[in-house]
């Protein structure tokens, strides 16, 4: 599994986790606790991500809350009982004010690494302190550290929370601001979101890629995924597709392959939007741009293809991708084609219960007692004096039948 993969995957699960867990939240604590506003006044979390960022997840929770995929999404969060603890431990659910959550991941290095930045309602001072304590009742030593720094042209200030018993020194922290963001990172990648919300390097702008891809998807998206494709990886893929080529027929099977590859990697940015409308149903919208129209055209054929394999695949059905694989529809615009499918809210969530099975197993720790499952007792041992004998033929008792 590539690094870009695993990142993928921890992506979903936070995303996931933060989409069930908003929801259940309902509005409980919007604006409670107090403004985190330092004199700057609100900021989004759009404002702490750079530039160069290969890939960003959304997540509008007022959307969300508002939409048909509410009622539905409401019961999965029970399933993620321990990111539901710090309740207890805090005495608020700080997941409870979550109001936008901003998942990054960088565009250059293979370090694994990603970086989580919300918005948040209620004081600094209370969500650092309830990490604290998180930490300290999940048995680790907790170190918060005050900062002093520059955001622009004003004085700001930062709290940090980390964990010391974590190994390493690039430990994941988690940074609360003036201004009503919280950080999750680690290492340089969290130390770029911090110098972006601060104004000392670029950040995501007005005019930047993932906001005309935003844009296009439309305002009212509960989550949104969108991801810049590196010019020299696309261009090295390619390079590596000429080079393995193979002659003969085998070499014509596979050109029609890479033909179709190719038109892949001339995809050059790509956006997905999930919303609910107001009669129970989830609508998908995906935008891929292309750098040629042939290339697009060369993604819809191999779309067209797979979703004719797709919809004769019972077990996609079976795990709830049925709906969603007959309604996809294709719209293609010269460089760049538009994909849409609905499905009803409910069946959209039992896929999203499904995906988090997998990531968050169902484990009852005090599992009632069964019938069927308990063991037997075990049989009386016979009295020390007593002798069994076999039972003679046409003996009822073993005896011999009263002679």
């Known amino acids: ?24 939240s309902g509005r409980r604590g919007a604006g409670g606790g107090g403004g985190l506003g330092g004199g700057g006044g609100r900021v989004s979390a759009f404002d702490a991500v750079p530039e160069d960022t290969f890939l960003i997840a959304a997540l509008d929770t007022r959307e969300l809350r508002s939409s048909a995929l509410a009622a539905p999404l409401a019961s999965i969060a029970s399933r993620i009982g321990g990111l539901r603890g710090a309740e207890a431990t805090c005495g608020f659910d700080p997941l409870a004010r979550l109001e936008e959550l901003v998942v990054a991941v960088p565009e250059a290095g293979d370090s694994g690494d990603f970086g989580v930045v919300m918005r948040a309602a209620g004081s600094r001072d209370e969500l650092a302190d309830c990490a604290r304590k998180v930490i300290e009742a999940r048995g680790g030593e907790p170190v918060v550290a005050r900062e002093d720094v520059r955001d622009g042209a004003r004085e700001a200030s930062r ?36 110098e972006a919300a601060a104004g000392a390097r670029p950040s995501l702008g007005a005019g930047s890629p993932h906001a005309d891809l935003r844009r296009a998807l439309g305002q009212a998206r509960a989550l949104s995924v969108t991801a810049i ?48 409308d107001d009669h129970g149903a989830t609508e998908l919208r995906a935008e891929l741009r292309c750098e040629t129209e042939r290339d697009c055209d060369a993604v819809k054929r191999l779309l067209e293809k797979k979703k004719d394999g797709w919809s004769k695949d019972a077990t996609l059905r079976l795990v709830g991708l049925g709906a969603l ?19 009803p809210s409910d069946d959209a969530a039992r896929l999203v219960e499904r995906l988090l099975d997998l990531r968050f197993p169902k484990v009852d720790a005090h599992p ?35 002679r």
């Open 229 to 276: 494709l590196p010019q020299p990886l696309r261009d090295r893929l390619r390079g590596e597709m000429a080079d393995e080529a193979p002659a003969g027929d085998a070499g014509d099977a596979a050109g029609a392959r890479n033909a179709a590859m190719a038109g892949v990697l001339g995809v050059k940015a790509a956006a997905i939007g999930v919303s609910g």
């Open 1 to 24: 599994m590539t690094t870009r993969q695993k990142n993928a995957g921890v992506l979903v699960a936070i995303v996931l986790a933060a989409v069930a867990i908003a929801v259940s």
């Open 159 to 194: 709290t940090r929370v980390s964990d010391r018993s974590v190994a390493g020194a690039g430990r994941p922290e988690l940074v609360f601001d003036d201004r009503g963001r919280v950080y999750l990172g680690r290492g340089a990648w969290l130390a770029a979101m911090l």
């Open 368 to 402: 009632p007692p069964s019938r069927a499952t308990a063991p037997l007792p075990p049989p009386p041992a016979p009295a020390a004096d007593e002798v069994i004998r076999p039972k003679a033929k046409g003996s009822l008792d073993g005896r011999d039948g009263g």
């Open 325 to 343: 694989v007959d309604g996809l529809a294709f719209a293609p615009r010269g460089d760049v084609l538009v994909l849409t499918t609905r499905a």
